[in-house]
Protein backbone atom coordinates (compact mmCIF):
# COMPACT_ATOMS: atom_id res chain seq x y z
CA UNK A 1 0.00 0.00 0.00
CA UNK A 2 1.38 3.66 -0.86
CA UNK A 3 1.67 5.48 2.06
CA UNK A 4 -0.29 8.21 1.93
CA UNK A 5 0.77 11.82 2.58
CA UNK A 6 -2.39 13.62 4.02
CA UNK A 7 -3.06 14.84 0.27
CA UNK A 8 -2.74 12.01 -1.94
CA UNK A 9 -5.59 10.06 -2.35
CA UNK A 10 -5.64 6.03 -3.31
CA UNK A 11 -6.54 5.52 -6.80
CA UNK A 12 -9.64 3.40 -6.46
CA UNK A 13 -11.23 0.76 -9.09
CA UNK A 14 -14.62 -0.78 -7.97
CA UNK A 15 -15.66 -4.50 -9.91
CA UNK A 16 -19.08 -4.87 -10.51
CA UNK A 17 -21.24 -6.96 -11.74
CA UNK A 18 -24.49 -6.30 -10.84
CA UNK A 19 -27.19 -3.05 -9.52
CA UNK A 20 -24.14 -1.21 -7.98
CA UNK A 21 -25.84 0.37 -4.67
CA UNK A 22 -22.40 -0.28 -2.94
CA UNK A 23 -20.49 1.41 -5.97
CA UNK A 24 -23.09 4.25 -5.46
CA UNK A 25 -22.20 4.87 -2.37
CA UNK A 26 -18.09 4.51 -2.59
CA UNK A 27 -18.68 7.27 -5.13
CA UNK A 28 -20.56 9.49 -2.28
CA UNK A 29 -18.00 8.66 -0.19
CA UNK A 30 -15.34 9.74 -2.70
CA UNK A 31 -17.03 12.67 -3.43
CA UNK A 32 -16.32 13.87 0.29
CA UNK A 33 -14.68 16.80 0.79
CA UNK A 34 -11.00 15.17 2.29
CA UNK A 35 -12.08 11.70 1.34
CA UNK A 36 -8.54 9.46 0.96
CA UNK A 37 -10.19 7.64 -2.31
CA UNK A 38 -10.30 8.43 -5.51
CA UNK A 39 -12.47 6.10 -7.89
CA UNK A 40 -10.81 6.63 -11.31
CA UNK A 41 -11.93 3.36 -12.73
CA UNK A 42 -15.06 0.60 -12.65
CA UNK A 43 -14.25 -3.10 -13.99
CA UNK A 44 -17.61 -4.95 -15.06
CA UNK A 45 -17.84 -8.39 -16.39
CA UNK A 46 -21.80 -8.26 -17.11
CA UNK A 47 -22.94 -5.24 -20.29
CA UNK A 48 -25.98 -5.45 -18.62
CA UNK A 49 -24.92 -4.52 -15.01
CA UNK A 50 -27.06 -1.06 -13.85
CA UNK A 51 -24.32 0.09 -11.93
CA UNK A 52 -22.80 1.00 -15.75
CA UNK A 53 -25.20 3.74 -15.47
CA UNK A 54 -24.27 4.86 -11.99
CA UNK A 55 -20.40 4.81 -13.46
CA UNK A 56 -21.41 6.92 -16.65
CA UNK A 57 -23.53 9.14 -14.61
CA UNK A 58 -20.53 10.16 -12.45
CA UNK A 59 -17.69 10.02 -15.77
CA UNK A 60 -15.49 7.33 -13.88
CA UNK A 61 -14.00 5.60 -16.73
CA UNK A 62 -15.39 2.00 -17.66
CA UNK A 63 -14.01 -1.64 -18.25
CA UNK A 64 -15.67 -4.57 -19.53
CA UNK A 65 -14.24 -7.71 -19.34
CA UNK A 66 -15.15 -10.57 -21.24
CA UNK A 67 -14.74 -13.32 -19.41
CA UNK A 68 -15.68 -16.01 -21.83
CA UNK A 69 -11.54 -17.29 -21.40
CA UNK A 70 -10.76 -16.13 -17.45
CA UNK A 71 -7.29 -16.00 -18.56
CA UNK A 72 -7.45 -13.50 -21.09
CA UNK A 73 -9.94 -11.46 -18.86
CA UNK A 74 -7.44 -11.54 -16.00
CA UNK A 75 -4.68 -10.55 -18.48
CA UNK A 76 -6.40 -7.48 -19.52
CA UNK A 77 -7.78 -7.08 -16.17
CA UNK A 78 -4.14 -6.37 -14.94
CA UNK A 79 -3.38 -4.18 -18.20
CA UNK A 80 -6.43 -2.07 -16.89
CA UNK A 81 -5.21 -1.69 -13.26
CA UNK A 82 -1.74 -1.07 -14.43
CA UNK A 83 -2.62 1.53 -16.83
CA UNK A 84 -4.82 3.73 -14.54
CA UNK A 85 -2.30 3.03 -11.53
CA UNK A 86 -4.67 1.34 -9.21
CA UNK A 87 -3.79 1.48 -5.54
CA UNK A 88 -6.62 -0.63 -4.33
CA UNK A 89 -9.36 -2.52 -5.65
CA UNK A 90 -12.90 -2.39 -3.91
CA UNK A 91 -15.19 -5.88 -4.76
CA UNK A 92 -18.89 -4.59 -5.02
CA UNK A 93 -21.02 -7.17 -5.88
CA UNK A 94 -18.17 -9.11 -8.75
CA UNK A 95 -19.52 -12.48 -9.02
CA UNK A 96 -16.27 -13.54 -10.68
CA UNK A 97 -13.46 -14.93 -8.58
CA UNK A 98 -10.20 -13.41 -9.17
CA UNK A 99 -7.25 -16.13 -9.55
CA UNK A 100 -4.00 -16.24 -7.26
CA UNK A 101 -2.22 -14.53 -10.19
CA UNK A 102 -4.12 -11.16 -9.10
CA UNK A 103 -4.81 -11.38 -5.61
CA UNK A 104 -1.26 -12.09 -4.85
CA UNK A 105 -0.64 -8.83 -7.29
CA UNK A 106 -2.40 -6.66 -5.57
CA UNK A 107 -1.76 -8.45 -2.30
CA UNK A 108 -3.36 -6.90 0.90
CA UNK A 109 -5.01 -4.34 -1.50
CA UNK A 110 -8.04 -6.09 -2.12
CA UNK A 111 -11.34 -5.27 -0.67
CA UNK A 112 -14.43 -7.14 -0.73
CA UNK A 113 -18.16 -6.64 0.65
CA UNK A 114 -19.98 -9.74 1.37
CA UNK A 115 -23.58 -10.20 2.59
CA UNK A 116 -23.46 -12.47 5.92
CA UNK A 117 -21.35 -12.14 9.22
CA UNK A 118 -18.38 -13.99 8.04
CA UNK A 119 -16.94 -16.36 8.48
CA UNK A 120 -20.33 -17.81 8.43
CA UNK A 121 -22.37 -18.52 4.93
CA UNK A 122 -19.14 -17.92 2.66
CA UNK A 123 -20.23 -17.79 -0.87
CA UNK A 124 -23.88 -17.50 -2.81
CA UNK A 125 -27.56 -17.92 -1.39
CA UNK A 126 -26.21 -15.96 1.86
CA UNK A 127 -30.32 -14.62 3.10
CA UNK A 128 -31.81 -18.24 2.34
CA UNK A 129 -29.37 -20.20 4.13
CA UNK A 130 -29.45 -17.72 7.56
CA UNK A 131 -33.54 -18.23 7.11
CA UNK A 132 -33.17 -21.97 6.53
CA UNK A 133 -31.21 -22.35 9.31
CA UNK A 134 -33.41 -19.96 11.82
CA UNK A 135 -30.55 -17.62 12.54
CA UNK A 136 -31.26 -14.80 15.11
CA UNK A 137 -28.79 -12.59 12.89
CA UNK A 138 -26.79 -11.86 9.67
CA UNK A 139 -25.07 -8.92 8.54
CA UNK A 140 -22.17 -7.87 6.23
CA UNK A 141 -18.52 -8.27 6.33
CA UNK A 142 -15.96 -5.77 4.32
CA UNK A 143 -12.63 -7.86 4.52
CA UNK A 144 -9.64 -8.30 2.48
CA UNK A 145 -9.22 -10.76 -0.20
CA UNK A 146 -6.76 -13.87 -0.21
CA UNK A 147 -6.46 -17.01 -2.87
CA UNK A 148 -9.67 -18.76 -0.39
CA UNK A 149 -13.11 -17.80 -1.02
CA UNK A 150 -14.46 -14.87 1.45
CA UNK A 151 -11.84 -15.94 4.07
CA UNK A 152 -9.14 -12.93 4.22
CA UNK A 153 -9.23 -11.39 7.08
CA UNK A 154 -11.88 -8.82 8.58
CA UNK A 155 -11.53 -5.04 8.39
CA UNK A 156 -15.59 -4.27 9.42
CA UNK A 157 -18.47 -6.20 10.10
CA UNK A 158 -22.19 -5.24 11.42
CA UNK A 159 -24.94 -7.74 12.96
CA UNK A 160 -28.58 -7.11 11.16
CA UNK A 161 -32.01 -8.97 13.21
CA UNK A 162 -33.48 -11.01 11.15
CA UNK A 163 -36.93 -9.92 12.10
CA UNK A 164 -40.01 -12.87 12.15
CA UNK A 165 -41.30 -11.71 8.56
CA UNK A 166 -38.49 -11.69 7.01
CA UNK A 167 -38.06 -13.40 3.98
CA UNK A 168 -34.99 -13.82 1.17
CA UNK A 169 -36.20 -10.09 -0.05
CA UNK A 170 -36.97 -8.24 2.90
CA UNK A 171 -33.82 -9.54 4.42
CA UNK A 172 -31.16 -8.54 1.49
CA UNK A 173 -32.78 -5.15 1.25
CA UNK A 174 -31.91 -4.18 4.94
CA UNK A 175 -28.81 -5.93 4.65
CA UNK A 176 -28.06 -3.85 1.67
CA UNK A 177 -28.86 -0.69 3.50
CA UNK A 178 -26.31 -1.83 6.04
CA UNK A 179 -23.45 -2.78 3.61
CA UNK A 180 -23.73 0.85 1.67
CA UNK A 181 -23.41 2.55 5.21
CA UNK A 182 -19.98 0.22 6.24
CA UNK A 183 -18.22 0.02 3.46
CA UNK A 184 -16.88 3.13 2.95
CA UNK A 185 -16.31 3.14 7.01
CA UNK A 186 -14.33 0.34 6.67
CA UNK A 187 -12.06 1.71 3.51
CA UNK A 188 -11.39 4.64 6.03
CA UNK A 189 -10.76 2.12 9.12
CA UNK A 190 -8.35 -0.17 5.93
CA UNK A 191 -6.35 3.34 5.04
CA UNK A 192 -5.76 4.44 8.63
CA UNK A 193 -4.26 1.09 9.42
CA UNK A 194 -1.90 1.51 6.57
CA UNK A 195 -0.77 4.98 6.87
C1 LIG B 1 -24.27 -7.12 -2.35
O1 LIG B 1 -25.24 -7.64 -1.48
C2 LIG B 1 -22.92 -7.76 -2.08
O2 LIG B 1 -22.68 -8.01 -0.71
C3 LIG B 1 -23.06 -9.04 -2.84
O3 LIG B 1 -23.69 -8.67 -4.04
C4 LIG B 1 -24.53 -7.55 -3.78
C5 LIG B 1 -24.21 -6.45 -4.77
O4 LIG B 1 -25.11 -5.40 -4.66
N1 LIG B 1 -21.79 -9.65 -3.06
C6 LIG B 1 -21.60 -10.96 -2.99
O5 LIG B 1 -22.48 -11.74 -2.75
C7 LIG B 1 -20.18 -11.38 -3.28
N2 LIG B 1 -19.95 -12.68 -2.74
P1 LIG B 1 -24.84 -4.02 -5.39
O6 LIG B 1 -24.55 -4.37 -6.85
O7 LIG B 1 -26.11 -3.25 -5.23
O8 LIG B 1 -23.67 -3.37 -4.72
Known amino acids: MEKLNGKKKLRVSVFISGRGTNLKSLINFSNMKNCPIKIVLVITNNKNAKGIYIAKKNKIK ?9 IKAEKKILVDLKKYNIDLICLAGF ?3 LSKKIVNFYNGKILNIHPSLLPKYKGLNTHKRVLKNKEKFTGCTVHLVNSKLDSGKIILQKK ?6 DDKNSLSKRVLKIENLIYPKAIKKFITANL
Not at 62 to 70: A, C, E, M, T
Not at 160 to 165: E, K, Y
Open 62 to 70: LSFINYKNK
Open 95 to 97: MKI
Open 160 to 165: VRILRN
